[in-house]
């Protein structure tokens, strides 16, 4: 069965560094994108990037480039999204989710991470 | 990059009735490579339709998705309980594979 867990919830001051990750199992990790989609409170959801952990080729939309990291560890088939510098408004729900490499759509989601981030 | 809108930002149906959602594209969509999804409060979101038209493993016949270029519709056919929930149109097709603003369906 293909799962992506996600890292459970976290609760940050302004201005800290956050690192949260996405396991997958019940597929070959190096052969499926795993992107990151955010939902603030209220709102839609909304593309941040992609990478391949085959290769680590790193997509990001151009409104989170620059603004937070995604990478992966193959080995043990997590990827992460990663901020250095949190701001209030990152308190979202994070999803992580898969795509087989080409033109495919995310099949498979995580259950979500909330960030919450306190100024 | 691709711009999707969708209308109507909420449609109030009651159960048993047809929900016809729209999803509007600033360019065409390469291949149809266009996908619905549904979000339930709580829950991570279930893809439906990929390719404009197919359904996703497991999906029941009363969603069906047509469409191409820049006009794309999802129907789900006979509303059941468990279909009220907000609806996502999303491109792949593109290297930022963006989504529309969504579609809330609510119970009348």
């Known amino acids: 069965e293909v799962q992506l867990v996600q890292s459970g919830a976290e609760v940050k001051k302004s201005g800290e560094s956050l690192k949260i990750s996405c396991k997958a199992s019940?597929?070959?990790?190096?052969?499926?994108?795993i992107g990151w989609v955010r939902q603030m409170p209220g709102k839609g959801l909304e593309w941040m990037g992609v990478i391949y952990p085959g290769d680590s080729d790193t997509r990001y939309s151009p409104s989170f480039q620059g603004q937070v990291t995604i990478s992966a560890d193959k080995s043990i088939s997590t990827a992460y999204l990663q901020w250095s510098s949190l701001k209030a408004s990152d308190t979202a729900m994070y999803y992580c989710?898969?795509?087989?490499?080409?033109?495919?759509?995310?099949?498979?989601w995580g259950q979500g991470t909330l960030v919450t981030v306190s100024s | 990059e691709i711009v999707l809108t969708q209308s109507p930002d909420t449609l109030s149906l009651s159960p048993g009735e047809r929900a016809t959602l729209s999803c509007r594209a600033s360019q065409s969509v390469g291949s149809s490579f266009l996908a619905w999804y549904q979000h339930k409060p709580g829950q991570a979101p279930r893809l439906l339709i990929y390719g404009a038209s197919d359904r996703a493993t497991g999906i029941p016949d009363r969603f069906s998705g047509s469409g191409s270029g820049t006009d794309f519709t999802l129907t789900i056919s006979r509303l059941e309980p468990e279909d009220f929930a907000v609806y996502y149109c999303q491109e792949y097709g593109g290297s930022h594979r963006t989504f529309g603003q969504g579609t809330k369906v609510e119970i009348k």
């Open positions: 019940g597929y070959f990790f190096i052969n499926y994108w």
């Open positions: 989710a898969r795509h087989i490499s080409g033109n495919f759509p995310f099949d498979n």
